[in-house]
């Protein structure tokens, strides 16, 4: 069965750092896109980066670009959501997605909180 695992979650201060890692599992990983998003409490469910099936193409919410770097191995099923520069903003529960045409497979989620 289909199974998206999120981890590296957690809290960190202002201005740190979080790697968030994504173990994919029941698909043909390497022929999906990838992508984090993320929901605040009160707000809807927000795309934050994806990247292609090859890894050389990559997109980001403008207000993550050049803190955040998402990249994917797919020898090892896995994506990865890098974060630099955290703000309190940036506190969400971060899902990872697999999309293939009109397939969506979603994780469970993992809880970022940036706070003094």
């Known amino acids: 069965q289909v199974q998206l695992v999120e981890s590296g979650g957690g809290l960190v201060q202002p201005g740190g750092s979080l790697r968030l890692s994504c173990a994919a599992s029941?698909?043909?990983?390497?022929?999906?896109?990838m992508g984090w998003y993320r929901q605040a409490p009160g707000k809807e469910r927000e795309r934050v980066a994806v990247?292609?099936?090859?890894?050389?193409?990559?997109i980001y919410v403008d207000s993550v670009k050049g803190r955040f770097t998402i990249s994917r191995d797919n020898a090892k099923n896995m994506v990865y959501l890098q974060m630099n520069g955290l703000k309190p903003e940036d506190t969400a529960i971060y899902y990872c997605?697999?999309?293939?045409?009109?397939?969506?497979?979603w994780g469970q989620g993992t809880q970022v909180t940036v706070s003094s």
């Open positions: 997605n697999a999309f293939k045409y009109s397939t969506n497979y």
């Open positions: 029941g698909f043909t990983f390497s022929s999906y896109a």
């Open positions: 990247i292609y099936t090859t890894g050389s193409s990559t």
